[in-house]
RNA sequence: GCCGCGGUGGCGGAAUUGGUAGACGCGCGAGACUUAAAAUCUCGUGCUAGCAAUAGUGUGUGGGUUCGAUUCCCACCCGCGGCACCA
């Protein structure tokens, strides 16, 4: 019985040494003529994080996806490029450096190393010929060259800007990095601290980044997440002139301001349309306004001091609890001819619009809670409340409670020439107003910031700056790329950037530029190696330019994109930002990176938690690749639900998938033999069909990624098949199942998700057929003609090295269709029977109502009935509907 | 609060230009093999009633359109993910 055996060790080593004798999906050919070019598809899986726990079940998942599409997609004649490389860069190995001492060099090398091996076992196939990592001075050289373009062109700025600082760790933080507003690593609170900073303008593109997003063949949800980080709103910023009022002194509607204006303030507002209610303006503490009026009110000053010193936390816990002070000032509104107090308070954000607001808390939640505050401060001089716009049952009473502030649509009042219109018409008719009267202009406004690139921080990509003696920037010269990245540095936490303790790029600096020259000691975000590596794959051993203009002409647009939900929002948005900047720049021709894009889900732990070390619900891959074999694993994350849901993993459904391989390798191997000896088909029609089903099922959900399905669709096979050899065990004289032909079919299909088995199942399929020209006819039990025949047939196969190059098998239509349909025959829109007939029939109207009349189990739902009327739905439903 | 996604057996999930709901797998039950267990194999398995044929019922809840709704429309409930004082 041993031969029935899957021994998932043997093959796999066999078949990994084989593939690699081979050189299996090595080494490309990206050079592609123009008639390959329409063949080619470029298929990309999110760059992974080199880690040191190794390989996780959901890597697995969705290498296994992209995998599997690429091995269907080479059988169908595609040429395909299927890349792999490292983000190698990043804070976990300096981590580690700093508690160990082991420099992340030799961590991140031996952690790579790791991944590769795991992934080969998989049979993940790569081309790991083209292999990159961001780590390496090949790869950052043209990071660092990107930088240069993008400073040339002055779309890399230094600023001063606000950043996240752990005064524990003594270091900057990213945002990511802060959880709560506290230290992911130490848990002490983080607060915010003014450094000079790199940045990159990629609000410079920020229309382009909306439009581009039209022709894409992306998720709907993605494409809504990027436009609401961005956030384009269109609005008005309206202009106040601004006086020095007395308390009680004029102001009053309809008053005159009893002195010249003092400045003017400017407040953006996308619903101009309530202006005829607003009673108070609001500035940010950052306003240039307010920082003015904080050197002669001491109060204000304070207010500001206490502002900036909030911490993260203290902002989050505070959570919609307003606080303010009054400037002394009112801004005129010339609407109302009303004046309106000025007050400073940290609800309003800085960096959005003109970092002032005008107050009407009539329509406005924030507004009101802002005014309920005040009221509460200064009873004696509130704060006004106008209601300008109806409710939806056309409610006008007046506002007194938060409940009540309405923010819809509706009917405007008490604001004269808008009186009776709704919102919508209000906006615009108050817009064209302002602007014609001068008080406003029209403005679009955008919540996306410039991206900061600066970390302080020393496994990353050191940005190619040099300081002369008076402290200028200057970009460091091409011909001295690779800026490396210095070895000579101390790993212990100074406060300072590690890079600044190298004596080595210190000297270097000074050697190339000049005595008194300083690097620039900080690195750069690690978000920037890994938003242009989908570049570098199109000519990644390329040493004269990031990329070949040919290659990258020929390879791109990424043909699918396959990547976790947790990179929808800024990778995708710096890897666009890239793209539509070298564009321009005219180092590439298209204007979108990833023409269609994918998200896997997550994997869940069996507990359907999260998985994670500390809830100990963590799956090990290379366990169960121990334990069933990779085509197992393989199989089974692939059978877990659609890739794009998250699913928990289920040990014992694990087993079954093992079990439905070992099956087909037993039938399989069973049938081989088989062929190899006789001749003689049996009755198999069914299986035969089966099949053709099965072929032409794969063909149409492989491409689509439903994999589920697919998988399903070969174990409805195999249960099949499996009957049919059972049968055949008890018949006095055996006979085949399959012929050679269809055999190789059925392992063709297995090979995309079965690389291994399948590949097993070949050899030696191949090895026993060929054989087969040794033996004696005598042996073989049948007619001697026949034999001959057959044998010729088997003579002419054709066998390729592997069954990984060989043709993905054709269907024929007709042999997937069963010649018997089955119809559905509703009484009153309730199944009542069923109607088997020829194939034929199906456009039978007449015969087949007839015949669905006469049923037999229809008899007692018509007796004595009418019917008013029938309906045939082509090879469906015939449905009866009866007088009621 | 806003945006997005989802809700189908004991569990993971199939099936949507509206046409026999529950494919496939897990689990469970019964049986075969075995001294026995494991493994393997066979049969059964939405729920309720019935020995059974069968009937009723059933895709988060309520309503609507239709001969017919998991699928379309309206209202609501619940869960998950993202953003969050963005004026």
């Given at each position: 019985m041993a031969k029935f055996f899957y021994d998932h060790r043997l093959v796999e080593q066999k078949c990994l040494k084989y593939w690699d004798e081979l050189s299996l999906f090595q080494n490309s050919n990206l050079d592609l003529s123009s008639s390959e070019q329409a063949k080619k598809s470029y298929l990309l899986f999110a760059f992974v994080y080199p880690s040191g726990s190794?390989?996780?079940?959901?890597?697995?998942?969705?290498?296994?996806?992209?995998?599997?599409?690429?091995?269907?997609?080479?059988?169908?004649?595609?040429l395909v490029y299927f890349p792999v490389g490292w983000d190698a860069f990043g804070l976990p190995a300096e981590n580690y450096a700093i508690k160990t001492g082991i420099h992340p060099n030799q961590t991140t090398k031996s952690a790579i190393d790791t991944f590769r091996q795991q992934t080969k076992r998989l049979a993940i196939s790569y081309?790991?010929?083209?292999?990159?990592?961001?780590?390496?001075?090949?790869y950052y050289r043209w990071t660092q060259w990107l930088f240069l373009q993008l400073y040339k062109k002055g779309l890399a700025y230094q600023e001063k800007g606000r950043v996240n600082w752990c005064p524990s760790c003594q270091t900057v933080l990213a945002n990511e990095q802060v959880v709560n507003g506290l230290c992911e690593r130490c848990e002490s609170e983080v607060v915010q601290k003014d450094l000079k900073q790199w940045y990159f303008k990629i609000k410079?593109?920020?229309?382009?980044?909306?439009?581009?997003?039209?022709?894409?063949?992306?998720?709907?949800?993605?494409?809504?997440?990027?436009?609401?980080?961005?956030?384009?709103?269109?609005?008005?910023?309206?202009?106040?002139?601004?006086y020095a009022f007395e308390r009680g002194d004029g102001g009053e509607p309809g008053a005159k301001p009893s002195a010249e204006s003092i400045t003017e303030l400017t407040c953006f507002s996308s619903r101009p349309d309530t202006n005829f209610g607003a009673t108070f303006v609001v500035l940010a503490p950052e306003h240039a306004f307010a920082q003015e009026i904080a050197k002669e009110k001491k109060q204000v000053a304070e207010y500001l001091a206490k502002a900036e010193k909030k911490t993260e936390l203290e902002r989050q816990q505070e959570g919609r609890k307003k606080s303010g002070v009054f400037t002394g000032y009112y801004a005129f509104n010339r609407l109302t001819r009303l004046k309106m107090p000025i007050w400073v308070a940290d609800f309003v954000l800085a960096n959005f619009g003109t970092g002032a607001v005008v107050g009407v808390p009539a329509h406005d939640k924030r507004d009101f809670e802002f005014v309920d505050f005040v009221n509460r401060q200064?009873?004696?001089?509130?704060?006004?409340?106008?209601?300008?716009?109806?409710?939806?049952?056309?409610?006008?009473?007046?506002?007194?409670?938060?409940?009540?502030?309405?923010?819809?649509?509706?009917?405007?009042?008490?604001?004269?020439?808008?009186?009776?219109?709704?919102?919508k018409e209000a906006i615009e008719k108050m817009m064209d107003y302002l602007e014609e009267k001068g008080y406003g202009q029209r403005v679009v406004n955008y919540q996306l910031r410039d991206w900061l690139i600066s970390r302080q921080r020393y496994w990353g990509t050191p940005i190619p700056i040099v300081y002369d003696p008076e402290g200028k920037a200057h970009p460091v010269k091409e011909e001295h790329l690779p800026?490396?990245?210095?070895?000579?540095?101390?790993?212990?936490?100074?406060?300072?950037?590690?890079?600044?303790?190298?004596?080595?790029?210190n000297e270097r600096v000074e050697r190339l530029y000049g005595e008194g020259w300083k690097p620039e000691y900080d690195t750069m975000d690690t978000f920037v190696d890994s938003s242009w590596?989908?570049?570098?794959?199109?000519?990644?051993?390329?040493?004269?330019?990031?990329?070949?203009?040919?290659?990258?002409?020929?390879?791109?647009?990424?043909?699918?994109?396959l990547i976790g939900r947790e990179h929808v929002v800024l990778h995708l948005l710096y890897s666009r930002f890239f793209t539509k900047f070298l564009r321009y720049q005219g180092y590439l021709k298209i204007s979108e990176p990833f023409a269609k894009m994918r998200h896997q889900g997550m994997i869940l732990g069996p507990d359907g938690r999260k998985m994670s070390k500390s809830k100990g619900n963590v799956i090990n891959p290379d366990k169960i690749v121990d334990q069933y074999g990779a085509d197992t694993l393989r199989i089974y994350e692939m059978f877990m639900g659609p890739l794009e849901t998250d699913k928990p993993w289920d040990d014992r459904a694990v087993a079954g998938v093992a079990r439905f391989l070992r099956k087909f390798y037993r039938l399989a191997v069973e049938e081989i033999e088989l062929v190899a000896q006789l001749w003689s088909v049996g009755d198999r029609a069914d299986l035969v069909q089966k099949l053709q089903q099965t072929v032409k099922k794969l063909t149409e959900d492989l491409p689509k990624l439903k994999f589920n399905t697919a998988i399903a669709a070969l174990m409805e096979l195999s249960n099949l098949w499996g009957k049919a050899s059972l049968l055949r065990k008890t018949a006095n004289e055996p006979y085949l199942l399959l012929t050679a032909q269809e055999l190789l079919i059925l392992l063709g299909i297995l090979a995309p998700l079965a690389p291994f088995m399948s590949e097993e199942l070949y050899g030696q399929t191949k090895y026993a057929w060929q054989n087969i020209a040794d033996q004696t006819l005598g042996e073989i039990r049948c007619e001697l003609a026949e034999a001959r025949a057959r044998r010729q047939a088997l003579e002419s196969l054709e066998f390729a090295p592997s069954i990984h190059l060989t043709t993905w098998p054709a269907y024929d239509p007709a042999l997937a269709q069963s010649e018997q349909i089955t119809l559905a025959v509703q009484v009153n829109g309730k199944v009542r029977g069923e109607l088997s007939v020829d194939r034929d029939l199906i456009n039978d109207q007449a015969e087949l109502l007839a015949r669905a009349k006469a049923l037999p189990a229809l008899e007692k739902w018509l007796a004595g009935q009418k019917i008013v009327k029938e309906i045939y739905v082509p090879g469906k439903i015939i449905s009866l509907v009866l007088a009621s």
């Open positions: 190794g390989l996780h079940v959901g890597h697995v998942e969705s290498k296994t996806a992209l995998d599997i599409l690429a091995r269907y997609q080479r059988m169908n004649g595609q081309d790991f010929s083209s292999e990159i990592s961001t780590s390496h001075p090949q410079d593109y920020q229309d382009e980044l909306i439009s581009g997003l039209d022709d894409l063949d992306w998720p709907a949800a993605t494409k809504q997440q990027q436009l609401n980080w961005i956030g384009r709103h269109e609005g008005i910023n309206i202009t106040y002139p601004v200064q009873p004696q001089d509130p704060l006004k409340v106008i209601r300008v716009v109806a409710g939806p049952d056309g409610n006008q009473e007046a506002i007194t409670q938060l409940e009540q502030v309405y923010e819809g649509e509706g009917e405007l009042l008490n604001s004269q020439f808008l009186d009776g219109l709704m919102v800026w490396t990245l210095p070895e000579d540095v101390g790993f212990k936490p100074s406060g300072e950037s590690p890079l600044k303790s190298s004596r080595e790029f590596y989908f570049l570098r794959y199109c000519d990644s051993r390329n040493q004269e330019s990031f990329a070949s203009p040919k290659r990258l002409e020929q390879w791109l647009p990424v043909d699918l994109y």
